[in-house]
């Protein structure tokens, strides 16, 4: 999938300049000039792509493709410091840390809000 392969790319880049991102945009631009987007948040920055791909998943089903989609865009807002002890907590905890499953609640509450 388009998205899994952009995010795995981007967390790699944030990954080796010591950044994470605490909001993305997933934007679509559909043959017919409409625009689909879905929106993600975190509550600390992170680069972790498994946590990243699991917040998308309950919200891609809104997206619209209509016709088709010719060029889907994936924007990084709110990049912040994110030092490498972070990212050993991340691959240390095998199960849901606190972070993630407030992140999940509240991607949760959002989509079913819009």
């Not at 889907?72 to 691959?91: C, I, K, R, S, T």
Request: contains cysteine.
């Amino acid at each position: 999938m388009a998205l899994e392969k952009m995010l795995w790319q981007l967390c790699d880049q944030l990954y080796k300049n010591q950044k994470g991102l605490r909001g993305l945009l997933f934007r679509g631009f559909r043959v017919d000039g409409k625009t689909t987007e879905v929106k993600i948040g975190t509550n600390r920055p992170t680069c972790h792509a498994k946590h990243l791909i699991k917040l998308f998943e309950n919200r891609l089903s809104s997206i619209e493709p209509g016709f088709g989609i010719e060029l889907f865009l994936l924007e990084a807002g709110d990049v912040e410091d994110n030092p490498l002890e972070q990212h050993h907590l991340w691959a240390q905890n095998d199960g849901l840390s606190d972070e993630r499953l407030s992140d999940r609640k509240s991607t949760r509450l959002n989509s079913s809000h819009t």
